[in-house]
């Protein structure tokens, strides 16, 4: 059993499937997001077209009612010739508008909601017990619009809507002010659109979309696979399949490697048979054998330390601090990034020097280097040369940052105050700190050249406070 899933493993790995995955998988992915974009846009739609024609509809209701006669509609029901004109009207208006749902008028007050018309299903001239029943009664009003009462009532919303359940029903429901003659709220034209009903429509519209995308995403997916396989995934194979033969140890083995790779059949006309050339050439054309490669591999790395390196105090070189900060440069460029530079200006290495000599000097050096190393343990150091030294605060490092900064210059305080030590063991060094500012700066050297001005102001408040050798 372990043995089949480990094959499965195989598999999956190899790029003759993980490809074909990654294409469908990704095309399916595209296509699931357009089609939530899509849907979501039919919905927006509906809901806007919707609105434009509850618009109209309550613009013609609140027109062909008196909101001066609103209690009289109440109390004269179905008898007045007047009510039975605008009850048949607002089912003449129902008909013409085949996405109304329900079409009403309400009059809502703190108590609840009395209503004034509600159609039935179908008209008819005499009304039924129901409706009479109905007409006039008082019902508690339910969220949404329970707690919308003052805003209805106040008859400054041309056009509210919301959507909400009802009896197990999901409703856009949009209400508009009736006013009487002095312009205050009389009663609501409300009209309800099926939500329900919305979004079917627009899922199957949706459903029917994604059906033919999908089929004509197939019938690419299938053509790409195929010419894919011709002339990617196969010619890949053989070449693989010839390099797992190549053996290293013996002259003989690299000659065999070369008629292996002369034998690989490619054929592709294109990069793979490209690399395929370059590679033959270049073991025709390598003398060396892989354990020399190594070796120079090993020595350039070794190269690389040395220059990257300070020779004295083992922390990063100047050569190594331009590195550094060209990488951070390309960074800036291509994302936000966080960074601080601190400076560091050893005072009185040269009366040290001149004093006690290079040795004590350079011993001066290294410790004051070692109370910056020890301070800032997450981040690099730099020496930029003689005794000037350089940090590059990211991360944890970067958020502490005026904690350490502080910390570092009562190390320095405290050892140069210290009477009891002899002079080239008191370190003490100025320092300046600067952040980088998105939009201010424009480059890693922007930031250094302030941290740098900072350093020299610290430097000439020492020279004033403790006068200076130099």
Known sequence: MNQFFAKIGRKLKSLSVRLPFLFIGSSLLVLLLMLNVQYGKLEQRMVNEYTRMADGITQLITNSIDGDRIDEYVKGKFVTDEYN????????????YPDVYYLYV??????????????????????????????????ELDEPFASKVDILMSGKEDLFYAVHTQDDEYLLSYVAPILDSKGNYAASACVDFSM???????????????????????????????????????????????????????????????KLLEGCVVNTDNQIEELRKSLLTSMKDTASSLSELTMVRDEMNEITEIVRKDALTSVGSKAYYDEVTEKLQKEMQEKEVEFAIVMIDLNNLKKVNDTYGHDKGNAFIINSCRIACRIYKKSPVFRLGGDEFVVLLQGKDYEKRNELLEELKREYEESYNDSSKPEYERYSASLGMAEFIPGKDKSVEDTFKRADGMMYSSKKEFKAKYGSYR
């Open 85 to 96: 004109t605008i009850n048949k009207y607002l089912y003449s208006l129902r008909d013409n």
């Open 106 to 139: 309400y009059k809502i007050t703190p108590e609840g909601a009395t209503v004034v018309f509600d159609l039935d299903d179908e008209y008819s001239e005499i009304p039924t017990q129901e409706s009479l029943d109905w007409i006039g009664s008082t019902y």
């Open 196 to 258: 329900a009903e919305m979004h079917a429509e627009n899922l199957n519209f949706t459903i029917s979309l994604g059906l033919i995308l999908l089929g004509i995403m197939a019938l690419i997916l299938f053509i790409c696979m195929l010419d894919m396989n011709r002339v990617l995934i196969k010619p890949v194979n053989n070449l693989i399949n010839c390099i797992h033969g190549f053996k290293y140890d013996t002259n003989e083995d690299r000659n065999r490697n070369v």
